[in-house]
Nanobody, 122 residues
């Protein structure tokens, strides 16, 4: 059974930093691309960042230069380091395994975590 568990969300002031963590089990983690998405109330779920098994990365325009995605295949874990957080970064952040780093669903390998809330407010 495939399972993704996100952690690391919380309340942070504007300009602050957070690191999100997604731990995976039940699939060949190192064979698939992984990504972070976010969804604010009333909006669509959008790609934040993606990384291939080989380490190639893609970022959404809103987070370029502030967020960094990384993965540790030995630990079946993907990270999202977020700096200079802004109120508009407030959303539920979801981990995905299987979609391309551009957010395209290409196969039945399309798994989501339960999400972790990030709130940026003073």
């Amino acid at each position: 059974q495939v399972q993704l568990v996100e952690s690391g969300g919380g309340l942070v002031q504007p300009g602050g930093s957070l690191r999100l963590v997604c731990e995976a089990s039940g699939m060949m983690f190192d064979a698939l691309p992984v990504g972070w998405y976010r969804q604010a109330p009333g909006t669509s779920r959008d790609l934040v960042a993606g990384i291939t098994r080989g380490g190639a990365r893609n970022y959404g325009d809103a987070v370029k230069g502030r967020f960094t995605i990384s993965r540790d295949n030995a630990k079946n874990t993907v990270y999202l380091q977020m700096h200079d957080l802004k109120p508009e970064d407030t959303a539920v952040y979801y981990c995905n395994i299987g979609r391309t780093i551009f957010g395209v669903k290409r196969s039945d390998n399309d798994y989501w975590g339960q999400g972790t809330q990030v709130t940026v407010a003073s």
